[in-house]
């Protein structure tokens, strides 16, 4: 009887992943708890397009302008992350990857995150506030008055607010600044705020 309840929880969960996952039906087995941890996955995905803001237009966007746009989901920094990271910036300070010496040595008591790596999140986590339809380019055209607060240690949670600052039409290019704060959960000061320059071409 729990083998048949098994099989038919996989079947459901995997027809869930597909709708949220890929653009056509996929055909594959996962283990049982392999499709629990997507269900999770799924339902998580599910609930942050609801509160997703979807722009179509440049009047749309507009209509943001000097107010919040939304949050983002808040995303855990391991010590995975954190040493991946490390490997592909060529910077292994032992303040992030040798965590017996940070505990011992260093004044956090704990790896910490690069600054760089937080600041690296800002595509993968704006992509959960908002979902900028119709264009047929975006460019990432800069950061302006960056400062880092705080240090993000390993295993803190982190979530991005965005504010529209301003929005200007340039002959048929979209220059849009986006107020960027990174908050770090169960902390007030945030780890870094600063403003983020997107091009769009509606």
Same mark, same amino acid.
């Given at each position: $009887?729990?083998?048949?309840?098994?099989?038919?929880?996989?079947?459901?969960?995997? *027809?869930?992943?597909?709708?949220?996952?890929?653009?056509?039906?996929?055909? #594959?087995? /996962?283990?049982?708890?392999?499709?629990?941890? @997507?269900?999770?996955?799924?339902?998580?995905?599910?609930?942050?397009?609801?509160?997703?803001?979807?722009?179509?237009? #440049?009047?749309?966007?507009?209509? #943001?302008?000097?107010? !919040?746009?939304?949050?983002? @989901?808040?995303?855990?920094?391991?010590?995975?992350?954190?040493?991946? %990271?490390?490997?592909?910036?060529?910077?292994? @300070?032992?303040?992030?990857?040798?965590?017996?010496?940070?505990?011992?040595?260093?004044? %956090?008591?704990?790896?910490?995150?690069?600054?760089?790596?937080?600041?690296?999140?800002?595509?993968? /986590?704006?992509?959960?506030?908002?979902?900028?339809?119709?264009?047929? $380019? !975006?460019?990432? *055209?800069?950061?302006?008055? %960056?400062? #880092?607060?705080?240090?993000? $240690?390993?295993?803190? !949670?982190?979530?991005?607010?965005?504010?529209?600052?301003?929005?200007?039409?340039?002959?048929?290019?979209?220059?849009?600044?986006?107020?960027?704060?990174?908050?770090?959960?169960?902390?007030?000061?945030?780890?870094?705020?600063?403003?983020?320059?997107?091009?769009?071409?509606?």
């Amino acid at each position: $009887m729990r083998r048949t309840w098994q099989r038919r929880l996989q079947t459901l969960v995997c *027809y869930k992943i597909n709708i949220f996952d890929a653009p056509r039906p996929v055909k #594959f087995k /996962l283990s049982f708890e392999e499709c629990i941890l @997507q269900a999770d996955r799924a339902k998580k995905l599910k609930n942050n397009l609801k509160n997703m803001v979807i722009v179509n237009s #440049f009047a749309e966007y507009q209509a #943001f302008e000097g107010k !919040e746009i939304g949050v983002s @989901q808040w995303h855990k920094i391991d010590q995975e992350q954190i040493n991946k %990271f490390a490997d592909a910036t060529l910077d292994h @300070q032992w303040i992030h990857c040798d965590t017996e010496r940070a505990k011992n040595e260093g004044p %956090f008591k704990s790896t910490i995150a690069h600054g760089y790596l937080t600041l690296s999140l800002i595509p993968y /986590l704006w992509k959960q506030i908002a979902d900028i339809r119709n264009v047929k $380019m !975006e460019i990432n *055209y800069g950061i302006e008055q %960056f400062k #880092f607060g705080q240090a993000v $240690m390993v295993d803190d !949670e982190v979530q991005l607010k965005a504010k529209l600052n301003s929005i200007i039409d340039l002959r048929g290019t979209t220059k849009v600044i986006i107020g960027a704060t990174l908050n770090i959960k169960g902390k007030a000061k945030p780890a870094y705020t600063g403003d983020v320059v997107f091009l769009y071409h509606f």
